[in-house]
């Protein structure tokens, strides 16, 4: 498993570039490609301001993208959103393809929305730009997917307890200082909402993983409630999901299959997963799998995922080497 699982010799011959290296995303994918052993003489670091990062002792330059971006194979795209619609052109103008997890093409009809083994839609020879889904989504779309192959979706409500990685470097610097001035035994705290506050009550958080799902999972119709509580939790998501389903599987039927699906890691200690068990991993950890309270076909689990390692990282560069093998 890990990122040499999907980054073989082919890949690591790519010029690869990094926009974006110096946020908490960038720096991730920086060191999925490290640990997946692509060489430094064919990775190029890029971000607004000059830098450096440090792998291991060393210290990484990261030059700032005023002075321009030379040619490359490759370039993962680790901005703001609001940066991907004016950086993808250039990067594309210049031959490099893109996998984008800016967040600011994703809704973009020609860019097809692409994640490990579930979503490849549109993505073929001539395809140079593909996006990823929200971090939180590349997270909750992997059981929900094995679900709804095995026993059919009929209704979907989330719970979906949002980590400081969300709001990227910013957001988990802040969850720091506030720890350091809160007083020794604090509980810690829990916010509704995450995101821009929209007209309806809801935020732009909870609409952006509702248009997501039934992007991935070509289901516009799908029935989908979602609701995004803000923890103080540094990189780890937690997601409470109340499932109606066509058929109706025991609670040990579906530990069953998601035992034995890519990418899932299923507890059945009644107090995991937690977020400690979840964090640096490449996997999504499920457990608290149970029959729900709506007669047959109700399912409830919970599950936690690293929303840097394994909803960016992993998932870039899964992406970055289906568009490799379709080109």
């Known amino acids: 498993g890990g990122p040499a699982a999907v980054w073989g ?3 690591r011959m790519l010029r690869v570039q990094v926009i974006g290296a110096s946020g908490a995303v960038g720096r991730e994918v920086v060191g999925a490609l490290l640990r997946a052993a692509h060489p430094l003489s064919h990775l190029g670091l890029y971000a607004r301001t000059e830098g450096s990062l440090n792998w291991r002792g060393q210290s990484l330059a ?4 005023e002075r321009g971006l030379p040619a490359a194979d490759l370039a993962f795209l680790c901005t703001p959103a609001e940066l991907g619609p004016r950086l993808a052109p250039v990067l594309l103008g210049g031959g490099t393809r893109v996998v984008d997890l800016s967040g600011g093409n994703r809704w973009r009809e020609d860019v097809p929305m692409v994640l490990g083994g579930i979503s490849q839609q549109g993505l073929g020879p001539f395809t140079s ?3 990823l889904p929200g971090r939180t989504t590349s997270i909750l779309a992997r059981p929900l997917w094995y679900l709804d192959r095995a026993y059919g979706l009929k209704e979907v409500q989330l719970v979906v307890m949002r980590s400081a990685a969300a709001d990227g470097a910013g957001g988990i610097l802040a969850l720091r200082g506030q720890e350091s001035r809160d007083v020794q035994g604090r509980e810690g705290n829990l916010r509704p909402g995450g995101g ?3 007209v309806d009550g809801s935020c732009s958080a909870e609409t952006e ?3 997501d799902l039934r992007h991935l999972f070509v289901r516009s119709d ?3 409630e979602v609701s995004v509580i803000e923890a103080d939790v540094e990189r780890c998501d937690g997601i409470m999901a109340h499932l109606e389903l066509e058929r109706c599987p025991t609670p040990a039927e579906v530990y069953q299959t998601l035992k034995g699906s890519a990418g899932i890691q299923v507890h059945t200690d009644p107090r995991s997963p937690s977020a400690l068990c979840a964090e640096g991993s490449e996997q999504v950890h499920v457990g608290r799998i149970r029959t729900g309270s709506r007669g047959p076909g109700s399912l409830c689990f919970f599950a936690v995922g690293d929303q840097l ?3 960016a990282a992993a998932a870039a560069l899964e992406a970055a080497s289906r568009l490799q093998a379709s080109g």
């Open 9 to 11: 010799a082919q890949q």
């Open 62 to 65: 990261v030059h700032p993208l």
């Open 129 to 131: 730009h593909v996006a």
């Open 196 to 198: 821009r506050a929209l």
């Open 209 to 211: 993983i509702l248009w």
């Open 222 to 224: 799908l029935p989908l």
């Open 309 to 311: 390692r394994l909803g």
